[in-house]
């Protein structure tokens, strides 16, 4: 293959943005159905927490639909087999097809068991909780059509189509959830109706973009197990994450409200920036893959070094952003004394644990653009399993507090930081993932 110049800063910026306007969108839409919703009460909040929690986990770990498809895609797309890149979107598209109308009707027939399990067999909320999730339940086929789509159009490097996908979809979501909701009178069954309308036309122009490519759609069994493997290796880490998480929440709601209220909003303001410092990771695995593909190591190197330096660069902006704010930020989340003092000790591991997730995750897109996905599943879980559960419980017995649990967080992402460094200095990345 011919060879072409490095990547610059303004070509990994230019993926960046628009798959960070991606990334952005649900998360702020969930913000705007949970604002329409409260201002019908504490109980139809109580519900969509619970109906919404379901939801989440649909595009939270069956994302391998859209990681995945990117590595695969790039590669092929690197190798000058363009047909081949979009034959992993249609095959990446069969498979969110398939696995929709499975969760369709797994959730019609255990909405009730699963509501209980997540809000409590007592929860007054239960019967609107099953209600909202029944209906927005229908819109997973779209949900995961849309992460396919998103795989393959930016392993082509095609990344102005998605965002204004995405765009066109939850901002259509937007301006009918007052209207069903307080409009129609329709409230939390009017909140769902909007999601399911907002993924599957979402889903629809990533259909639609996919088959004007005239790509067959006849299953490649091939393709769909290398899909599946890789699927399996990021489903086993995304699992591995959500336990230090869940292990966190689970030890500082026994140290007392005030530490568990401010987790929460460590957790919360964690996850905007993680969202942030993932568009790096999406432009490391598109370049990665394609540098891959065209049989060129010593443009993958030099790409995975710039996409490091990229993340450095917005961990450093973002820890000095949070630092700015301590003073005052937590204010803006509560007025509890015990709270705000909690959140003054977490901050400061908060803002110093940006400098390491700026290159952790952009590393973690240099390994996923080359389809390495098996040791980016055991790092994780080494670092999750054997360093940070450790810790945290050590934190808890000995009494260290916030800080202790934080410091716990941090040191698990170091680990991460580390391995995967490692890692990324050695060879075998290069053709771990090669097709």
């Not at 798959?19 to 909040?45: M, R």
């Not at 000058?80 to 498979?95: I, K, S, Y």
């Not at 890789?230 to 230090?244: C, E, K, N, V």
């Amino acid at each position: 293959m011919p060879t072409r110049s490095d990547p610059d800063v303004k070509q990994v910026i230019g993926l960046a943005l628009p798959a960070l306007v991606v990334l952005a969108a649900e998360p702020i839409y969930v913000l705007v159905d949970t604002a329409v919703i409260g201002h019908l009460g504490a109980l139809p909040l109580a519900s969509m927490a619970i109906g919404g929690t379901v939801l989440a986990q649909v595009s939270g770990q069956l994302n391998f639909l859209a990681y995945g498809t990117t590595a695969r895609a790039a590669r092929r797309h690197g190798a000058g087999d363009r047909p081949g890149a979009v034959r992993e979107g249609a095959n990446a598209t069969l498979l969110a097809l398939i696995i929709g109308a499975a969760l369709i009707v797994l959730v019609q027939l255990l909405a009730w068991p699963i509501a209980r399990l997540i809000g409590g067999a007592d929860s007054p909320a239960l019967a609107g909780a099953v209600e909202w999730m029944r209906i927005a339940i229908l819109g997973a086929p779209g949900i995961l059509v849309a992460l396919a789509g998103n795989g393959w159009l930016r392993g082509l490097q095609r990344v102005r189509e998605p965002t204004v996908y995405v765009v066109v979809g939850f901002g259509l979501c937007v301006v009918l959830l007052p209207l069903f909701v307080y409009g129609f009178g329709w409230g939390l069954a009017g909140s769902a109706l909007a999601n399911v309308i907002a993924q599957w036309l979402t889903g629809g122009l990533f259909l639609r973009a996919l088959l004007r490519e005239g790509v067959s759609l006849r299953p490649d069994r091939a393709v769909i197990a290398g899909q599946l493997r890789t699927g399996r290796d990021l489903f086993i880490r995304t699992l591995a994450l959500q336990g230090s998480f869940v292990l966190a929440a689970a030890l500082c709601s026994r140290m007392g409200p005030e530490v568990l209220g401010a987790h929460q909003i460590g957790l919360q303001l964690f996850m905007l920036t993680a969202l942030a410092l993932d568009a790096v990771a999406v432009a490391a695995q598109a370049l990665v893959g394609e540098a891959l593909g065209r049989d060129d190591p010593r443009l993958a190197r030099r790409t995975a070094a710039l996409c490091g330096r990229v993340g450095l660069f917005a961990g450093v902006l973002f820890a000095a952003v949070l630092l700015a704010l301590r003073p005052w930020g937590p204010l803006l989340f509560t007025s509890d004394a015990g709270v705000l003092e909690q959140a003054g000790v977490m901050w400061w591991w908060l803002a110093g644990m940006q400098l390491v997730a700026g290159v952790l995750f952009a590393l973690d897109g240099v390994l996923m653009g080359a389809n390495d996905v098996a040791i980016l599943r055991t790092i994780t879980i080494v670092a999750h399993a054997a360093v940070y559960a450790p810790l945290s419980w050590l934190a808890y017995q000995s009494g260290w507090g916030i800080g202790g649990i934080w410091f716990g967080l941090t040191t698990s992402l170091a680990v991460r930081l580390l391995l995967g460094g490692l890692r990324v200095r050695g060879d075998r990345w290069l053709a771990a993932g090669a097709t």
